[in-house]
């Protein structure tokens, strides 16, 4: 239900508990005596203040859990679209002929910067580690905004788990070098539900096909 309807919906409520306190009020004054009638209206107004304070928590509530919904929807949108969806376009076409060949399938992230993946063909306006930069500042902001609680997480677990997920797996460390802690932070977040086990599994396997199994220095 969206934010116009549930403001209907607490309007029509409202509406009607006050009309309905007031034929409370006014019925039983016909058979009341001036006292009786007295101690019944400060019952029925105390009533009445009760109810309108359980109707405003629920509005509030209601209110606070759309601008969740609304929040994480939006990242989802940066997501999706412009200038992170740009990125991870180019990114992943960049990567792409690597798969089926695991030993280059997950690129490490040195790689990005100084190696054979570390410029795309025919675009020097951008760079692979400045858009592998750009996803990993969104996560940022997600995981920011995550463990501040103001997003929804059921939805966020939804929308931008299983990408969250797909990146991690795409880039990893080089030796002696930490990836993206806030990355790394949302992914163990994603991972760590056992509500979503089957679901996390699941998006495991797929990867493991697009993928190849992960990567495993040589030793030396």
């Known amino acids: 239900m ?7 919906l607490y309007a029509v409520i409202i509406g009607t508990v006050t009309a ?17 009638y007295q101690g019944y ?21 209601s209110d606070t859990r759309d601008r969740r919904v609304d929040r994480t929807i939006g990242l989802h949108r940066e997501l999706i ?3 992170v ?3 991870r376009i180019r990114l992943w076409t960049h990567l792409k002929p690597t ?41 940022e902001r997600v995981e920011a905004m995550r463990t501040a609680g ?12 299983r990408h969250a997920l797909w990146w991690r797996s795409a880039i990893i460390p080089s030796e002696n070098e930490a ?8 992914v163990d977040w994603v991972v760590g539900s056992p509500r979503h086990a089957s679901v996390v599994e699941m998006w495991r396997a797929h990867q493991d096909l697009e993928f190849g199994p992960p990567y495993e220095p040589a030793s030396t």
């Open 2 to 8: 969206d934010r116009s309807n549930v403001s209907r």
């Open 20 to 36: 309905l306190l007031l034929l409370a009020l006014v019925g039983p004054a016909t058979f009341l005596t001036a006292d009786q």
């Open 41 to 61: 209206g400060s019952a029925v107004q105390a009533f009445g203040v009760v109810l309108a304070l359980l109707a405003a928590v629920a509005a509030v509530r």
């Open 81 to 83: 679209d412009g200038p």
């Open 85 to 87: 969806h740009e990125a």
């Open 99 to 139: 798969v089926g060949r695991p030993e280059c399938a997950r690129s490490r992230f040195r790689d990005l910067r100084t190696g054979d993946l570390a410029s795309y063909s025919g675009d020097e306006g951008h760079t692979p580690i400045e858009d592998v930069n750009t996803i990993f500042r969104l996560f």
């Open 150 to 161: 103001v997003t929804d997480e059921r939805l966020l677990f939804q929308l931008l788990g």
């Open 179 to 186: 990836l993206d802690p806030p990355l790394s932070s949302f």
